[in-house]
């Protein structure tokens, strides 16, 4: 918007409040403090006032008056917004002229720049507080046409008061076990598995490769009596069990199954004490509850593979899981 002239004595001007305005608002947030008779409640400081209003996401706005080169007033807002009208509105924070400049329209001009903002933005509101002692800013209110919500009281939460609020709702959720704390240089593990069955349900195998820098473990095993799913949770199961130390472990898995379980099933199915959606309990909840407690002890991350991609390990593990099923079938073991 750009700025307005006026025809005071005092020839002010209103201009948008821009980078390099911060002193100039710091000051008149304190000089307004002092007004407020609450000096000590202000900690506003140019830094400040620079991160919020001219930052990189921008939470309030302004206009300043300007008389030659000295900045003698300003409008702060923001956008609120009205679910009854379903459109933003215009808070105005504060609204300040310096005494010696106050009675010569700098703040009726403010006033009247803000409504512009909300006529050309199609705003529904335009709201402000106002001191219930300030008897010659109320009379200056009532003559533009704005009206005390006389019905409404506002009510605010402030410091000690919030945090106490935010530690009250936590204290009441249960405490989740604490993960271990996992160093940076903590040993990674790249871990990839994977389980079937010949037929499914039937004989099953399972297998894990677990890669540490040049080592390369494999592990594997099976039963005769088994679904696909098992498998290939225990495949995931015995690799983290088979860790000894807690490690950074990247874990792949060609299962949506075990990924989606463990990572966003999981939480529900806890809650609802391993009862699924459908009330039953959940399937396989004794390797979930297994692999739930192998988990805890590592930072691991989940990764999805597509199985028969020509991945190196992912295809070694489906040569060990047929491997397994094999010696089932032909009774090995």
């Not at 040993?187 to 598995?193: A, E, K, S």
């Amino acid at each position: 918007m750009a700025a307005r002239e006026s025809k005071s004595p005092f020839g002010f001007r209103i201009e948008p409040a821009r980078p390099g305005d911060e002193e100039d608002i710091s000051r008149l947030i304190h000089a307004l403090a002092e007004y407020e008779r609450a000096p000590r409640d202000c900690v506003a400081t140019p830094s400040k006032v620079r991160t919020q209003m001219f930052g990189e996401r921008p939470v309030a706005y302004g206009f300043l008056a300007r008389v030659g080169n000295k900045v003698v007033g300003m409008a702060v807002y923001y956008l609120s917004f009205s679910t009854w009208l379903t459109k933003p509105g215009l808070y105005l924070e504060d609204l300040f002229v310096l005494p010696e400049y106050r009675k010569h329209g700098i703040g009726g001009a403010l006033l009247e720049t803000l409504a512009k903002v909300c006529v050309e933005n199609d705003y529904g509101r335009m709201e402000w507080a106002c001191l219930e002692w300030n008897e010659l800013a109320k009379t200056q209110y009532r003559k533009i046409g704005a009206k005390p919500m006389e019905e409404w009281r506002t009510w605010r939460m402030t410091g000690d008061a919030i945090r106490d609020l935010a530690e009250r709702g936590e204290a009441k959720k249960p405490k989740a076990k604490r993960k271990p704390e996992v160093s940076d240089d903590a040993d990674l593990i790249v871990v990839y598995t994977d389980g079937g069955c010949r037929p499914n349900p039937g004989i099953g195998g399972w297998a894990a490769v677990l890669v540490h820098g040049d080592r390369v473990k494999e592990l594997s095993g099976g039963e005769m009596v088994s679904t696909n799913n098992r498998m290939e949770l225990l495949a995931a199961i015995n690799a983290l069990e088979a860790l000894k130390k807690t490690c950074r472990v990247e874990m792949h898995t060609d299962s949506q199954y075990v990924k989606n379980g463990i990572t966003q099933w999981i939480h529900g199915w806890k809650k609802k004490k391993w009862m699924a959606k459908s009330n039953e309990p959940v399937k396989n909840d004794d390797l979930w509850k297994r692999l739930d407690k192998a988990v805890e002890r590592h930072d691991v991350r989940w990764n999805w593979v597509r199985g028969h991609s020509g991945e190196k390990y992912n295809e070694r593990c489906d040569e060990l899981c047929a491997q397994e099923i094999e010696k089932l079938s032909s009774g090995g073991r």
